[in-house]
């Protein structure tokens, strides 16, 4: 059941470069902020999160030569991705989208910082041991229920949502507040029926309590 007190909104990487004519567009990416900014005043707590890449990131495929955009290496065991060089910091594409209402926003996670591992989850980098500190900060202030919105859902929504049901959390994904990546074919349904299995439930802004 979905309460009206003790949940945070996390909103994830609505940022430039993932939305159209950004660096690594999500199709429509966009179109979720009306429904961000709308459902914002329902929650307790609002964290926003933010990619913030060195130039040398790992994860860029400029930074390995001979290989191609979306091509798969490994990064000290973990199985990376390469993207297009994005969201490096200070640059505008890093920015939050201008539409994005920050007033609310009590906190901002930024993440892929270390240039040797990448980090999707708002918890933890992708080693699956280095922790962010979201957790015992929502933690401290008696949050039980998460609420997960942002960009993109197959990728840095996924991996936040899964993490925080590990951890304890209730954990919820707000669909149509959410795009994905969708890469590789089907990815985002997978990332769906993931998610169902683990016990987060995929719900629609409408379902969301008054405030």
Same mark, same amino acid.
Request: charged content about 20%; glycine content about 10%; some cysteine.
């Given at each position: ?10 909103? +994830? ?9 950004? !660096? ?11 429904? $961000?900014?709308?459902? #914002? ?6 964290? !926003? ?14 930074? @390995? ?12 065991? $973990?199985?990376? %991705?390469?993207?297009?060089? @994005? ?9 939050? @989208? ?9 906190? $901002? ?12 989850? #708002? ?6 041991? +280095?922790? +962010? ?30 993490? #925080? #049901? ?21 990815? %985002?349904?997978?990332?769906?029926? %993931? ?17």
């Amino acid at each position: 059941m979905i309460k009206k007190r003790n949940n945070a909104l996390i909103i +994830t990487d609505i940022q430039l470069d993932f939305c159209p004519g950004g !660096a690594l567009a999500v199709n429509e990416g966009d179109r979720i902020i009306p429904v $961000v900014n709308a459902i #914002a005043p329902k929650f307790d707590k609002i964290i !926003a999160t933010q990619d913030w890449h060195p130039d040398t990131h790992l994860s860029f495929a400029a930074n @390995h030569p001979g290989k191609k955009i979306y091509e798969m290496v490994d990064l000290g065991g $973990v199985p990376q %991705v390469l993207w297009p060089a @994005h969201c490096v910091q200070g640059s505008q594409g890093a920015d939050f @989208h201008p539409d994005l209402d920050l007033r609310p926003v009590d906190l $901002v996670i930024r993440k892929g910082q270390n240039p040797g591992i990448d980090s999707y989850s #708002a918890f933890m980098e992708n080693d699956k041991k +280095t922790r +962010t500190g979201l957790d015992g900060y929502l933690k401290g202030l008696g949050i039980t229920q998460l609420f997960f919105t942002g960009l993109a859902t197959d990728y840095c929504v996924f991996y936040s949502a899964m993490d #925080a #049901a590990g951890l304890g959390f209730e954990v919820f994904v707000v669909l149509d507040a959410c795009r994905g990546v969708d890469v590789p074919e089907d990815n %985002v349904q997978r990332a769906k029926s %993931v998610m169902k299995r683990n016990g987060i439930t995929l719900i629609q802004s409408e379902d969301l309590p008054d405030a």
